[in-house]
């Protein structure tokens, strides 16, 4: 069965510095999302991106966080300057089609811890 | 922006019993709901969805219903077993959005 891969799976690093998180979607999904998970509490979009430009972003998304899908396989977000908030399980997502029609398929998560 | 709130947060049920898992949204324009399962260490899962033609739905042991009018919609699992148990979301969007999760609901079922 098709699955969206994350990696690493856990990253530790020191505040201020940059972190890249990677995720292959499904091979024939469209639509690539990113949410994150700070521990016990609720799933929280951050970006959506669709014909290699970002199509959605939330106001978590700011100046520090980009996306980029640098070849035909990868989906990297990238957090420029990482901070104690930052901490959290962060969710790659494909689907086939928009949310209206497809469903979300979720890889496993990157835990990113900031020290 | 849509806003879900999920209730309760944590669920403990004997096996065999019913699970009631009720979520609100705030959006009227939002025309799809689909519920997620996340077992520990893993990424959510979907396990059914609704969209906003359609009242009710059911998937063997799990159902989901959908209020419109009182922008409510809930999940039901009867019957419940121990690999029931699981952090369970509700989600909401409306066309060519991303989905709004709810918090969670922790559900515990003990045999």
Redesign the interface.
């Known amino acids: 069965e098709p699955e969206?891969t994350q990696t690493p799976s856990h990253q530790v690093t020191q505040m201020g510095q940059e972190v890249i998180l990677r995720c292959v979607p499904i091979s024939n999904h469209l639509y690539f999302?990113w949410?994150r998970q700070i521990l016990g509490?609720?799933?929280?979009?951050l970006v959506?991106f669709y014909n290699n430009e970002i199509?959605?972003k939330?106001e978590i998304f700011d100046d520090q966080f980009s996306v980029e899908r640098p070849d035909g396989s990868n989906f990297t977000l990238k957090i420029r300057s990482t901070k104690l908030e930052d901490s959290a399980m962060y969710?790659c997502?494909s689907s086939q089609d928009?949310?209206?029609t497809g469903?979300?398929?979720?890889?496993?998560?990157s835990r990113l811890t900031v020290l | 922006g849509e806003n879900v709130e999920q209730h309760p947060s944590t669920l403990s049920v004997q096996e065999g019993d019913s699970a009631v898992i009720k979520c609100t949204y705030s959006d009227s324009a939002s025309n799809y709901f689909p519920w997620y399962k996340q077992e520990l260490g893993k990424g959510p899962q979907l396990i059914i969805d609704i969209r906003s033609n359609v009242g009710e739905k059911k998937d063997q042991r799990i159902a989901v219903t959908l209020n419109k009018t009182a922008k409510h919609f809930s999940l039901h699992i009867t019957e419940t077993q121990p690999e029931d148990s699981a952090v369970y979301f509700c989600a909401a969007s409306r066309a060519g959005t991303a989905l709004i999760f709810g918090k969670g609901t922790t559900l515990s079922v003990s045999s």
């Open positions: 969206v999302y949410y509490q609720k799933v929280e979009f959506s199509s959605e939330s969710f997502a928009s949310t209206l469903e979300l398929f979720f890889g496993e998560g």
